[in-house]
């Protein structure tokens, strides 16, 4: 039972234009979201995360969205850089007092120069 | 500051031989702990958590096993390797519950 679900494999975008990552989630007792972002043979490195209690967090050029009626987050980068180019991975915690951290399968995100 | 350790970076091991990964972590108590496993071409699947020293619990039924016998170090273990073990494994702490978690480096365990 896949509780975060990343349904987009991959995603390419133009340098300097927005990149939209979606993450759609099952379990109602998530509350607390988070984005991470994977170069190959290396751990993933936290972005930003979100409460449930916002529906919006920002930080320079990473925004994520929460919308909790459709479970479902997304992560907008604006404007894309080369360097952002990296496997994104969508978490979420919180099932009620358990302390698992669970991730999606990622989205392989490539900004052409 | 904190920082976490994970050893070694890549493995080699032939079927049927144990394997043995250590995770520690610096500069913090009473971590929450993780194993994760990134196979080939796959996301991050979670396959043990710890929220204290012998408190071990187990995602995925496999052949694998994880201990904690210090508040700061987590081990993954199995008895004998089989080819579908082979990834890319990783080791993460987080301080508390909801709040972001840290990962190590990483192992690639290859089993030939």
């Known amino acids: ?113 | 500051s904190q920082t976490i350790h994970q050893w070694p970076a890549t493995l080699v091991q032939p079927v049927g031989s144990p394997l043995s990964l250590e995770c520690t972590v610096e500069g913090t108590s009473n971590p929450n702990l993780y194993w994760y496993r990134q196979a080939a071409g796959r996301g991050l699947q979670l396959l043990f958590y710890s929220v204290g020293i012998g408190q071990i619990s187990s995602e995925v039924p496999q052949n694998l096993s994880a201990s904690r016998p210090q508040d700061r170090q987590f081990i993954l273990s199995s008895k004998k390797l089989l080819l579908s073990d082979s990834g890319f494994y990783l080791c993460a702490w987080s301080p508390l519950r909801n709040t972001e978690a840290f990962f190590g480096q990483g192992t690639r365990l290859t089993v030939v």
């Open chain 1, 1 to 113: 039972d896949q509780q975060v679900k990343q349904n987009s494999p991959s995603l390419s975008v133009q340098e300097g234009r927005i990149s939209i990552l979606n993450c759609d989630y099952t379990n109602s007792m998530f509350d607390y979201f988070l984005w991470y972002k994977k170069y190959p043979a290396e751990g993933p490195t936290f972005l930003i995360s979100i409460s449930s209690i916002k529906d919006k967090n920002e930080d320079g050029r990473f925004t994520v969205f929460l919308n909790k009626s459709a479970k479902h987050l997304s992560l907008h980068i604006v404007p894309s850089q080369p360097g952002d180019s990296a496997v994104y991975f969508c978490a979420a915690s919180g099932q009620g007092g358990s302390e698992k951290l669970v991730f999606g399968k990622g989205t392989k995100l490539t900004v052409n120069p």
